[in-house]
């Protein structure tokens, strides 16, 4: 899953191409002998794209890093390269958390996946015994009189059936982060149909 969120995820690859560009930016420097130089910057709007924002919700994700980069850079042929080198580092830094958050998507997506797909697990089993239980004493209660009440049958049939609705939400959830694994993963993982035969 991470192998995957790795190598399919847009955010590393424009990161990674936004550390690829500042490199070039670095050499482009060393070249160019004027007091100013024009940098990849100046010919394109790198801030053209709208980033996703930062959502502090239980599916937290940061807020996107733009590309720094200015149209010119000034000074000596070493000061303008050392401008670069930074610009470069500061990009290299930006792909390592984006790589970094990436890895801890992903780990945390499945870990919930793990979690919820348990608890559901858990859950159906006790939702059939308490079911069966249920039924058992709804059939063999007797109105007339006898050892179980019409408290103790309506009583199971409610705990039965709440400990149903909580297998169905484990079962929801579980879904739910299955599904997150596929976006987590890039398109890498396909989550398996859902749907009975």
Not at 15 to 36: G, H, N, P, Y
Not at 129 to 157: C, H, Y
Not at 192 to 197: A, G, R, V, Y
Request: glycine share 6%.
């Amino acid at each position: 899953m991470i192998a995957e969120a790795q190598t399919r995820r847009g955010e590393i690859l424009q990161a990674q191409s936004a550390v690829d560009a500042t490199c070039l930016e670095v050499k482009a420097q060393e070249k160019i002998r004027a007091f100013a130089g024009k940098t990849f910057a100046s010919g394109s709007d790198i801030h053209a794209n709208i980033l996703p924002i930062a959502s502090l919700d239980e599916n937290y994700r940061p807020g996107a890093i733009a590309p720094e980069m200015p149209g010119n850079l000034y000074g000596s042929k070493k000061s303008r390269v050392n401008q670069a080198k930074i610009l470069h580092e500061r990009a290299q830094v930006v792909a390592d958390k984006a790589k970094s958050l990436i890895v801890l998507e992903a780990e945390n997506t499945y870990l919930r996946w793990i979690e919820n797909r348990n608890r559901a697990a858990s859950y159906l089993k006790s939702a059939e015994e308490a079911e069966k239980l249920a039924s058992s004493l709804k059939e063999r209660f007797d109105p007339r009189g006898g050892k179980i009440t019409l408290d103790e049958v309506i009583n199971t049939g409610i705990q039965a059936n709440t400990i149903r609705i909580a297998a169905n939400e484990a079962i929801y959830k579980a879904t739910l982060a299955l599904i997150a694994l596929e976006r987590v993963s890039g398109g890498g993982f396909v989550a398996p149909s859902i749907t009975k035969k």
